[in-house]
């Protein structure tokens, strides 16, 4: 299914009031519908993207205001807000809007304009409206959206809590087979790390992803397992031995040493986790000359 081609998706057991929006293989979104109001937690990659969410979603949306989240400032989860309805309220952490400040946004638009014509109707619609600290609250009468700051993947990244429902959307925190790192740095890595354990303490019946189209809470567990091997590979190494070159291509260090691969996952894919997992082990590696314990 092309990305331009949305459905809407569900898992075995999650409740009626939550519907997956599919773009493909390239992201989830999620519609949650309560008493009082309609929330779409990410609004895709592009306007057009979005309006055709919210048509497969008209049966659902009408009588109820709907509010939109921005879980983090990566493209494919809020390129989508120029396609919003005027005065949608949009909730996002302030982090976001440190990251909007900054000119890569407008670059990487600007990039992909050129290379892809989907995005030319693309807008950077900021959120209307933030929060701070660990997290914010929405109560939709029969349903309560916990919005929980977990940052790691990147600055800004928020996941949500429904508690009634045992439901954590856990948006690119977690991801099948690992999620990324925002940068090389052990604080970034050490806060992601926390960041899963968040969601572990949560014990939740359902886990769902953005990336990787399951709610399967075994591949939370799978990734703190990956961190933690990581952990052991890194700290084994002998303090002051000098790292071999291409250390993540090495036995015991490589993707598939620390953690599963799907095993329907296409050569270009785990190529791409590949590259993930050697950020993760730079940083690990930095974790350890600093004597930074991440996990």
């Not at 409206?129 to 990244?157: A, R, V, W």
Request: aromatic letters at 6%; one cysteine or more.
């Amino acid at each position: 299914m092309a990305v331009n081609d949305l459905e809407l998706v569900t898992y075995e057991g999650l409740d009626e009031r939550i519907v997956i929006i599919r773009a493909g293989d390239e992201v989830d979104s999620v519609f949650v519908q309560t008493e009082r109001f309609n929330v779409l937690v990410d609004t895709l990659g592009t306007p057009a993207q979005c309006a055709q969410a919210q048509k497969l979603l008209s049966d659902r949306l009408q009588g109820r205001p709907l509010i939109a989240i921005n879980s983090h400032m990566d493209w494919d989860h809020f390129w989508g807000n120029a396609g919003l309805p005027p005065q949608t309220p949009i909730i996002a952490h302030k982090a976001a809007l440190e990251r909007l400040n900054g000119l890569k946004i407008e670059q990487e638009l600007a990039d992909k304009q050129t290379e892809e014509a989907r995005f030319a109707d693309v807008k950077v619609v900021p959120p209307t409206q933030t929060f701070s600290g660990g997290s914010m609250l929405l109560h939709g009468g029969d349903l309560t959206l916990e919005l929980i700051h977990t940052p790691g993947h990147t600055p800004d990244h928020i996941s949500v809590w429904i508690p009634e429902l045992r439901t954590c959307l856990a948006v690119d925190a977690v991801e099948d087979p690992i999620p990324e790192v925002w940068s090389q740095s052990p604080e970034d890595l050490k806060n992601l790390c926390a960041s899963l354990k968040k969601i572990r303490g949560l014990k939740a019946r359902f886990v769902v992803l953005a990336h990787g189209q399951t709610a399967n809470p075994e591949v939370l567990e799978k990734n703190i397992q990956y961190f933690e091997n990581l952990q052991d590979a890194t700290t084994t190494m002998r303090s002051g031995e000098p790292v071999q070159e291409a250390l993540h291509e090495q036995p015991g260090f490589r993707l598939e040493d620390l953690t599963s691969l799907p095993a329907d996952m296409s050569v270009d894919t785990a190529a791409f986790y590949r590259q993930f997992h050697k950020s993760k082990l730079d940083a690990a590696l930095a974790a350890r000359n600093s004597d930074i314990v991440f996990v």
